[in-house]
């Protein structure tokens, strides 16, 4: 395998910038920059080719089977000077023996070498992307293996059940001392009952992932934009005595809680015959319709529409001139702004408690098809003539689902989307 090479921090000025090399080379690599290697960690002079003095670095050695990608590596912990990075990725490329590294194949060298399986993996793109506390939280328990330890306590429990009938099979023309169909109803209905938790949660997780979207909606005029900025904290739309300001959706990004929210202010929603109000109109009502819910602002919030979904919010506009019994906010004054947050947010809380541990779309589709490989041998069991092999095929198929869920089985397919996203260096 080639032995690559690649800066490990981000780019520009710092006070560290890290270069990682992985492969069969790196400590010969590692050589001919200071000449003495340290065994594990030391501080020594790196010079190129010619002997001219690049920077003074700290290298770190990590033995083959010992190191993040599984293969021998060594970390130069060089001065973040943009020149000296330059500098040494330079002298490195001028080696015969070595290659600058793609994105993400040190991350795919260390799934290769069996150190990470496929979900944490995806659980390490999601940690390196992560701005909030909760995507920060979703993905460190990814990452440590969480998704992949469930994976396996199912397959361990399939398994099991599989040979069970399996054994029935092997000793069909003599006495089975023990009948194997309850409990390998209970391993079934116990592993299908918590995959079928996880992947309920998988939608949820994703906006984790990705952002909640709330959709600010009402007629013209009644202070949404106003109420954008104020959430803002800043003046990110045009308000205006005038009606239908708005044109387009206007999004505003939040960190509210520790889960990232995507604030949506839409066209005031009426009939037009302003043909560009009238595709905001359209927009807005599409957009706010695909969104997690809703906050409706109305003048009379007993004149609510049929659209009101359960989980959508029923305000008050501009209560500092038309208090009512609802919740009412003001843009203008502030007033009940805080309250509406904290709404908002305990909406969104409801919502992050379905989370199970999967957290991905991919995850979704093997349990969905693990699920159904499982609702047919359930079904066939409970049949008095019921073929016993088959039964035990629909569960070594159900194994196998699981098994591409941590990258076992079937997902090179998608190894080169997942990399694709990672930084080159990781």
Request: include cysteine.
């Amino acid at each position: 395998m080639d032995t690559i090479f690649a800066l490990a921090t981000a780019q520009g000025r710092a006070g560290v910038a890290v270069v990682r090399i992985s492969g069969p080379a790196a400590v010969a690599a590692a050589g001919q920059l200071c000449g003495d290697v340290p065994a594990f960690r030391g501080v020594r002079q790196l010079r190129d080719a010619s002997g001219e003095l690049l920077d003074e670095a700290l290298i770190l050695q990590f033995a083959e089977g010992q190191s993040f990608t599984g293969e021998s590596v060594i970390e130069l912990q060089l001065h973040g000077s943009p020149a000296v990075v330059s500098a040494v990725l330079r002298s490195l490329g001028d080696m015969p023996d070595l290659r600058h590294a793609e994105a993400g194949e040190f991350t795919r060298r260390a799934l290769e070498n069996g150190r990470l399986n496929l979900a944490e993996v995806e659980g390490l793109a999601d940690l390196i992307d992560a701005e909030t506390e909760s995507q920060r939280k979703q993905a460190v328990r990814v990452f440590s293996g969480a998704l992949g330890a469930l994976a396996d306590s199912w397959r361990v429990r399939l398994i099991r059940a599989a040979a069970l009938l399996e054994a029935t099979i092997d000793f069909a023309d003599e006495e089975v001392p023990v009948d194997v169909g309850p409990e390998v109803n209970m391993l079934l209905t116990d592993v299908r009952s918590e995959m079928a938790h996880e992947a309920e949660g998988v939608r949820v997780a994703e906006r984790v992932r990705d952002g909640f979207e709330v959709a600010i909606i009402g007629a013209p005029n009644v202070g949404k934009s106003t109420l954008l900025n104020r959430l803002a904290g800043r003046d990110v739309a045009i308000t205006s005595e005038v009606a239908g300001t708005t044109r387009d959706v206007i999004e505003v990004q939040m960190d509210l809680d520790g889960l990232p929210v995507t604030l949506l202010d839409t066209a005031g929603v009426r009939d037009t015959d302003d043909v560009v109000e009238g595709l905001g109109v359209a927009r807005a009502v599409e957009r706010a319709a695909r969104a997690d819910f809703r906050i409706h602002l109305l003048m009379d919030p007993t004149d609510m529409s049929d659209d009101v979904g359960p989980d959508d919010l029923i305000v008050q506009a501009k209560s500092d001139v038309h208090p009512s019994e609802y919740l009412g906010i003001s843009g203008r004054t502030g007033e009940g702004i805080d309250m509406l947050i904290a709404r908002v947010s305990a909406r969104l809380q409801e919502k992050v408690g379905q989370i199970g541990i999967a957290m991905r779309e991919r995850h979704r589709v093997a349990m969905i098809r693990a699920m159904g490989y499982l609702d047919d041998a359930s079904e066939a069991l409970e049949r008095p003539d019921a073929m016993t092999d088959l039964v035990a095929e629909d569960l070594r198929s159900a194994i196998r689902a699981v098994d591409s869920i941590v990258g076992r089985v079937d997902v090179e397919h998608v190894l080169d989307e997942i990399f694709s996203s990672f930084c080159i260096g990781k």
